[in-house]
């Protein structure tokens, strides 16, 4: 690293590995039914049995969702491309001219896909990884996903290369700092409440990574300390909300947590996103200021879902004025994190 004094111990080439989601190739419904097939056949997305998760993918929702996602993401798409996939590239290419070592990109699903991204830096002499899933908070859909199909595809075609995975980092003061700053640069002067909307999961997911058997999904992720914290996706939402408007002086009563994007009949982490923009108009927010902080880069799921559609739903049970805060995306602020925690865990190879 360019600002790092310490000497690697050894020879081995080092190189980053930035990874998000994944969006389709295109906006075509045969594209859109690819990308989704391969998502929702994740076992760690959609956690039934092979059999019924087929049943349920292949049969059910690959027949109506491609061509309503299709028309969704075209809303969103632009001239270079996927929003998530062309801002993670620009994030890349920022981090890229901050750092010595090699930067690449790879996506959960679809292209470019993780296996490539490592292709690219082996391609470039790199054998020690530094791999960022790019999600504050932990989810077994998220960060677990990303390092089992990292593992895998190591394993498989890279068994050379040794990989450090950076931790969801919801708690740390350089992130909760970064988001407290980018936040009040976007707020607009007046506001009746500020809406904090994370991506949602089912509430099943959250037991089955418990591994402690403590969280009750109920007052315990608000408290302070929990033994189940460090896998509870609703605990790091809640303390990110609750570090972030620490730092911005704002009360408790002006804030609302919120959970968007759910998907089939499970009980999804309520209140949900939807159904609260119905009805807080009609119990005065007139004006409301809404972000997203599980997502780091602007997406379908922040740039339709919410600002179109959420704003919609905000309109129709009464309010007046929507403001939505766009994602960290690639402000300098956010490369600058980024950088750090990338160089935090470039620094544990040197010490091994
Ligand atoms: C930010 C964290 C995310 C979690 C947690 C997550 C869980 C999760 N998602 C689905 C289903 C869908 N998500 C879709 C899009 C989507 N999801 C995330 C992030 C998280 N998902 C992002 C960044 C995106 C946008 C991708 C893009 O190309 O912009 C979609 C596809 C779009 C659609 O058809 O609506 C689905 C489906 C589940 C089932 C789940 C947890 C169980
Ligand atoms: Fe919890
Ligand atoms: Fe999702």
């Known amino acids: 690293m360019k600002t790092n004094n310490q000497q690697p111990t050894t020879n081995n080439q080092k190189g980053i590995l930035l990874v998000n989601l994944g969006s389709p190739r295109s906006t075509s419904v045969p594209d859109v039914k690819e990308y989704l097939d391969e998502f929702l056949m994740d076992e760690r997305v959609i956690d039934y049995r092979w059999f019924f998760r087929a049943l349920l993918v292949k049969g059910i929702i690959l027949n109506t969702r491609p061509a309503k996602s299709a028309e969704a993401y075209k809303t969103v798409w632009t001239d270079e491309g996927s929003p998530l996939i062309v801002i993670t590239q620009k994030l890349q290419k920022k981090l890229q001219k901050l750092v010595d070592v090699p930067v690449e990109i790879g996506m959960r699903y679809a292209q470019p896909s993780i296996e490539a991204g490592i292709q690219k830096l082996v391609n470039q002499g790199v054998t020690e990884i530094v791999l960022f899933p790019l999600y504050p908070q932990y989810a077994m859909s998220t960060t677990e996903t990303v390092i089992e199909k990292a593992e895998e595809v190591r394993k498989k075609s890279f068994p050379q290369v040794r990989i450090n995975y950076i931790q969801p980092f919801y708690n740390r003061d350089i992130y909760i700092d970064c988001l407290a700053e980018s936040i009040k640069e976007k707020l607009p002067e007046n506001f009746d409440a500020l809406q904090f909307s994370y991506h949602g999961v089912p509430e099943r997911h959250i037991y089955k990574t418990d591994p402690t058997n403590t969280c009750n999904l109920n007052d315990c992720c608000s408290r302070e300390s929990n033994p189940s914290h460090q896998f509870c996706y609703r605990h790091q939402c809640f303390d990110v909300t609750n570090s972030v408007i620490k730092k911005l002086g704002l009360p408790k009563?002006?804030?609302?947590?919120?959970?968007?994007?759910?998907?089939?009949?499970?009980?999804?982490?309520?209140?949900?996103?939807?159904?609260?923009?119905?009805?807080?108009?009609?119990?005065?927010?007139?004006?409301?200021?809404?972000?997203?902080?599980?997502?780091?880069?602007?997406?379908?799921?922040?740039?339709?879902?919410?600002?179109?559609?959420?704003?919609?739903?905000?309109?129709?049970?009464?309010g007046e004025n929507f403001h939505y805060i766009p994602c960290l995306n690639d402000e300098d602020r956010w490369v600058d994190v980024v950088k750090k925690l990338c160089e935090e865990k470039l620094n544990d190879f040197y010490r091994v």
């Open 253 to 318: 009563e002006k804030v609302m947590v919120t959970f968007q994007s759910r998907l089939g009949k499970d009980k999804w982490m309520e209140p949900y996103t939807d159904e609260t923009l119905e009805t807080v108009g009609k119990i005065g927010v007139k004006n409301l200021a809404i972000v997203c902080p599980a997502f780091v880069a602007d997406c379908l799921e922040t740039l339709e879902e919410i600002s179109v559609e959420g704003k919609h739903q905000f309109e129709h049970g009464g």
